[in-house]
């Protein structure tokens, strides 16, 4: 049940905690509720949880509209330059900004709302082929570009890091993106904070709250295993947007 995997998620945050003489505080648990229905959802948010992650704009939206108002909705996914519009100002964080062209988008939208729109950049630590992300070669060049933009603010760094079955295979890759972190903060960029780590996953979280993460993502290990196939679309899809 999803009471009792929350428990144990949260029991070894406490862990990672203390190994790494970390206060629980430092960290905030993402619940990622891509694909689960919003019953899932609404069972997690009566055990407390009130920071949710989706990699889907139309489905983020559509959720959101049922859910109470008091969460804060983070985009973990992919996101296309003409989806843009739709979750800004209604996101507390988009993780995934990994090229200039899409900060232009997100700096464009903000302005006519007249906000600034908080975001981390993504970073392919490990350089899989497969992945989005800008290399950590080109990390500090696109923080510097995106940092010029009046409705942007940079808050950190996410990475997703490869799929593993020992956890302790990514601890370099974390290391490398904290690393990379102090690095920019030491660059001391204008408009640019360092201050949140967005890594680690179901099967890492423990290393990467060690290494220093600062937001974990954890689908599995609350929700249970996704089933693509099966799993039936429930959010409408005629709906081209968020209306709240
Ligand atoms: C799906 C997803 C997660 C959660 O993955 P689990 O292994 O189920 O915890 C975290 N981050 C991103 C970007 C994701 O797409």
């Avoid at 100002?89 to 900004?97: C, Q, T």
């Avoid at 997100?106 to 302005?111: L, V």
């Avoid at 220093?212 to 799993?231: K, L, W």
Wanted: net charge neutral; glycine share 6%; aromatic share 6%.
């Amino acid at each position: 049940m999803l009471r009792e995997q929350l428990k144990e998620v949260e029991k070894n945050i406490e862990t990672a905690c203390k190994q790494a003489g970390r206060k629980r505080e430092e960290i905030t648990l993402i619940a990622v509720s891509k694909t689960k229905p919003v019953a899932r959802l609404s069972e997690a948010y009566e055990q407390g949880i009130r920071a949710f992650g989706e990699n889907k704009v139309q489905e983020l939206c559509e959720k959101m509209e049922q859910l109470p108002s008091d969460i804060k909705w983070h985009m973990i996914g992919h996101l296309q330059r003409n989806k843009v519009k739709l979750i800004v100002g209604k996101v507390a964080l988009i993780h995934s900004v990994d090229t200039y062209r899409l900060a232009e988008e997100i700096n464009i939208q903000a302005k006519k709302k007249n906000l600034v729109v908080p975001v981390l950049v993504e970073v392919n630590i490990a350089g899989e082929a497969s992945k989005f992300g800008t290399s950590a070669e080109d990390a500090i060049l696109l923080v510097e570009e995106i940092s010029r933009l009046e409705n942007v603010k940079i808050e950190g760094l996410m990475t997703i890091a490869p799929y593993v079955t020992d956890a302790e295979d990514n601890r370099p890759y974390f290391r490398k993106i904290k690393q990379l972190s102090v690095d920019i903060t030491n660059k001391n960029i204008d408009n640019v904070s360092m201050k949140i780590l967005s890594m680690g996953m179901t099967g890492d979280y423990m290393v990467a709250i060690e290494e220093g993460a600062t937001m974990i993502r954890v689908g599995t290990g609350i929700f249970g295993e996704r089933n693509y196939h099966n799993e039936k679309r429930y959010w409408q899809v005629e709906k081209d947007g968020c209306f709240r």
